[in-house]
């Protein structure tokens, strides 16, 4: 891309003088605003996974090019053939930058974050803006995934009420810096001092603290059977988990241990390590006890009964060959 982009420029016709090369073509605050104009509504449509909203931002010419780490593809036709086919599951545009080249000409880029099921990609993606008799189009559109190792883009946090779980007072109108990966600074609003083009939060209205921790992760403590029944329960949480995950994170819990459940939570558990949009989760599988609980279903047990030392063995090799990590400790004790 950088080859390309110098070999337009050096193709232009040079300027008639030095006064003109440092004087900024007339008209370049409408250009960049045009451009960005475009540029919202092009990722705009990706979020609404929208194909005739996000087609309509590209020129529809044979000259269009779609470049990424395998090389370029020329054409228009093609884009179309494949827009709408692989939309991501969550997507979000960050660190937006634009550069006026030329007259009518605009250059654009910004960091991406996309999740395809489980998987998840990061990287930096740029776009030739170009004004034409039908309006801006894009006709250069590129997506290179990020080198390991390349921090996330600078951002703040703006506007909220600050609990920083050391005990000191809340800060109001508070701002949180974060770059490279760290909480750079924090304080009241005028007390940091924001980078200019970083990407801020509006947080006005909320609460800013640090990851609440739900040790205790049983929806069961209490018999409510009465009011719902409990298989139906069970199996609402074993087949959309993802409900429960969008609670925990609105309530602002980060970390959850399920201190015991049925076998499948231990693979929800490793599913939600995969994901962003699901706190990280630890399973502690079935629970060794010495009652024959009414949480048991005809088909899973949720508590395993110790009627003797030999079946307490069996258990703990049990939850051991399902890879629960807490049992090594009582592995050990076993051996013994």
């Known amino acids: 891309m950088r080859y390309l982009l110098a ?35 092009n990722l705009d449509a990706i979020r609404r996974h929208d194909r ?9 010419s044979p000259r269009f090019a779609l470049t990424g780490p395998t090389g370029f593809t020329l054409g228009y036709d093609s884009l179309a053939a494949s827009a709408g086919s692989g939309w ?36 930096l993606s740029e776009r030739w803006f170009v004004e034409t008799p039908g309006g801006w189009k894009i006709e250069v559109s590129t997506a290179f995934p990020a080198i390991a190792g390349v921090p996330a883009p600078p951002r703040a946090i703006v506007g909220g009420t600050l609990l920083d779980g050391t ?46 921790v739900d040790a205790h992760g049983r929806p069961d403590a209490l018999d409510l059977r009465s009011l719902y029944p409990y298989e139906e329960a069970e199996r609402r949480l074993r087949e959309h988990p993802e409900r429960f995950h969008r609670a925990w994170l609105a309530c602002g819990v980060t970390a959850v241990f399920d201190v015991g459940g049925y076998p499948w939570t231990l693979a929800m558990a490793r599913a939600a390590e995969a994901t962003t949009e699901a706190p990280h989760v630890a399973a502690a599988g079935s629970l060794l006890s010495t009652v024959d609980h009414w949480l048991n279903l005809a088909a899973e047990r949720q508590f395993i009964y110790l009627a003797d030392s030999a079946t307490a063995v069996e258990g703990v090799r049990y939850l051991a060959s399902l890879g629960v990590g807490w049992c090594e400790r009582a592995m050990s004790c076993t051996r013994r």
Request: charged share 25%.
């Open 7 to 41: 070999a337009a420029l050096a193709a232009r016709p040079s300027v008639a003088s030095a006064e003109s090369r440092l004087r900024p073509p007339r008209g370049i605050s409408a250009d960049v605003a045009a451009a960005r104009h475009l540029f919202e509504a």
């Open 52 to 60: 005739a909203g996000y087609l309509a931002c590209y020129l529809d």
């Open 88 to 123: 991501p599951d969550h997507f979000e545009a960050l660190d937006l930058e634009l550069t006026p080249l030329a007259p009518g000409r605009v250059y654009g880029t910004y960091r991406y974050r996309v999740r395809y099921g489980a998987g998840e990609q990061t990287g």
């Open 167 to 212: 005990g000191r007072p809340t800060i109001r109108d508070a701002v949180v810096l974060m770059r490279d990966g760290k909480i750079e600074a924090v304080g009241r609003r005028g007390q940091v001092r924001l980078p200019a083009g970083v990407d801020t939060l509006d947080a006005r209205g909320c609460w800013v603290l640090p990851g609440l």
